[in-house]
């Protein structure tokens, strides 16, 4: 992380670069994240160890039996058109997000009554598909640190400061955000002067932290993993041997510099707390044993990549050859719509299991197999997980953390990305006024 070695102040353009391509700049679209949190506000965030801390709720309180939650807003609170954040507001729109639970508006204050227990509450409420937004001729608005000054579908966007913060003006004056950056180009920019914050491959990060630049982490998030395509590959055989002769350890040394974590799990061991339960090591005996029962035109395979993502024809390529050595065929074939099999990087979208397995599950194409999420203890969640990965659909290989590379010039106070990889950049300020 960049050091305090002078004092904070307020001017610069903080230039980002990323590989997503938003279509639109709307808080439920996966590929806005992580700007997102700089323009939309949950009632509560999550600190550094997953605690929730005040947001656009200041306190909160419950029942014994967690059934009738009151959230004491924060006064004040405008969007960035100038109209209020009123509790009747808040409360029509957590009506629309919870269904099936009771909520009301009384002064500053929003009551959640349920005649169920509402354990998980603050977990759900910090997740990003809980932000305030207001719909405006221009699109929507938010409440948070920074304002949408401008957005170019697929290309760019620019966030302004918001003078109006609740929190304060943040030291930056603006964030400007360029799309559609593959990270071979983000670090020669980072290199050349030409950004200040970018994404990083893990095996960038020795050549990206020298020269005075730092790298900033997030926790374990993406998950690595082959998804079946529906239709293909339907010997169960097939699936099985593929997953056994793969061999995660020598990928997660060599590729991936060590990053992350090795995992034949859809959630993180973080997380979930029984990642370590499922098998990682290969066993290539017992794959060669199915490849043999397989007719010899049932042993070739497809397998797609999206060439933007991290690492991916290297993994794609070491996968080929792992199978090989079980007697399988695997042809790699970059963004064949037609694949039996894609290597895919699905992100961690919520700190509630529950709703970070159904999400996960969605992101693989297995909702089909997805049992509703829902509140529940690490013995059913297991279960759940656990049936998820019956029949080998899915085939988990690592658990990587978002990275960054960020210019010497770069200074922060604070952490200036989440657990979850999302943006703090109002902890950001540039010591001196030119790149």
């Keep these: 992380m960049c050091g305090a070695a002078t004092r904070p102040h307020y001017s610069g353009t903080l230039r980002v670069e990323m590989r997503a391509t938003p279509a639109a700049f709307d808080p439920a679209a996966a590929d806005a994240a992580p700007l997102r949190s700089l323009?939309?506000?949950?009632?509560?965030?999550?600190?550094?160890?997953?605690?929730?801390?005040?947001?656009?709720?200041?306190?909160?309180?419950?029942?014994?039996?967690?059934?009738?939650?009151?959230?004491?807003?924060?006064?004040?609170?405008?969007?960035?058109?100038?109209?209020?954040?009123?509790?009747?507001?808040?409360?029509?729109?957590?009506?629309?997000?919870?269904?099936?639970v009771t909520i009301a508006a009384t002064g500053d204050a929003v009551t959640v009554r349920s005649n169920h227990a509402l354990s998980e509450l603050l977990l759900e409420l910090a997740h990003s598909g809980f932000v305030f937004a207001r719909s405006t001729e221009g699109g929507l608005t938010g409440t948070g640190p920074f304002r949408l000054a401008a957005f170019e579908p697929g290309r760019h966007a620019t966030l302004a400061a918001n003078d109006d913060y609740w929190g304060g003006r943040p030291f930056l004056d603006a964030i400007d955000v360029q799309f559609g950056r593959v990270l071979r180009d983000q670090l020669t920019d980072l290199e050349l002067g030409k950004s200040d914050v970018v994404e990083l491959s893990p095996s960038d990060l020795r050549r990206a932290?020298?020269?005075?630049?730092?790298?900033?982490?997030?926790?374990?998030?993406?998950?690595?993993?082959?998804?079946?395509?529906?239709?293909?590959?339907?010997?169960?055989?097939?699936?099985?041997?593929?997953?056994?002769?793969?061999?995660?350890?020598?990928?997660?040394?060599?590729?991936?510099?060590?990053?992350?974590?090795?995992?034949?799990?859809?959630?993180?061991?973080?997380?979930?707390?029984?990642?370590?339960?499922?098998?990682?090591?290969?066993?290539?005996?017992?794959?060669?044993?199915?490849?043999?029962?397989?007719?010899?035109?049932?042993?070739?395979?497809?397998?797609?990549y999206d060439p933007s993502m991290r690492a991916a024809r290297s993994l794609a390529e070491r996968v080929a050859v792992n199978a090989r050595d079980a007697g399988l065929v695997v042809e790699v074939s970059p963004q064949n719509p037609?694949?039996?099999?894609?290597?895919?990087?699905?992100?961690?979208?919520?700190?509630?299991?529950?709703?970070?397995?159904?999400?996960?599950?969605?992101?693989?194409?297995?909702?089909?197999?997805a049992e509703p999420a829902s509140t529940a203890s690490p013995t059913a969640l297991y279960e759940s997980e656990r049936k998820l990965l019956e029949g080998f659909r899915a085939i988990p290989l690592f658990q990587l953390p978002v990275l960054y590379g960020a210019a010497g010039r770069v200074r922060v106070y604070a952490p200036p990305i989440t657990r979850l990889g999302d943006w703090r950049f109002d902890n950001v300020w540039l010591s001196g006024t030119a790149p």
């Design 39 to 100: 323009v939309f506000e949950t009632l509560v965030r999550l600190d550094e160890a997953g605690a929730p801390q005040p947001c656009l709720a200041l306190s909160w309180r419950h029942d014994a039996a967690a059934k009738r939650w009151q959230f004491d807003l924060r006064p004040a609170v405008k969007f960035h058109d100038g109209s209020p954040l009123t509790a009747a507001a808040i409360a029509l729109s957590l009506q629309a997000a919870l269904p099936g």
């Design 209 to 304: 932290s020298g020269h005075g630049r730092a790298v900033w982490s997030s926790a374990a998030v993406n998950l690595i993993a082959l998804a079946f395509a529906p239709g293909r590959a339907e010997d169960p055989r097939l699936r099985e041997a593929l997953t056994l002769s793969i061999d995660r350890a020598a990928m997660h040394t060599v590729l991936l510099q060590k990053q992350g974590e090795i995992s034949a799990a859809l959630l993180p061991q973080w997380i979930s707390g029984y990642a370590f339960a499922f098998a990682t090591a290969p066993d290539l005996t017992r794959a060669r044993t199915l490849a043999n029962t397989l007719p010899l035109a049932g042993r070739t395979l497809t397998l797609a």
């Design 338 to 369: 037609h694949a039996d099999v894609r290597l895919l990087e699905v992100r961690l979208a919520s700190l509630d299991p529950a709703q970070a397995l159904a999400g996960i599950a969605v992101g693989l194409g297995l909702e089909e197999h």
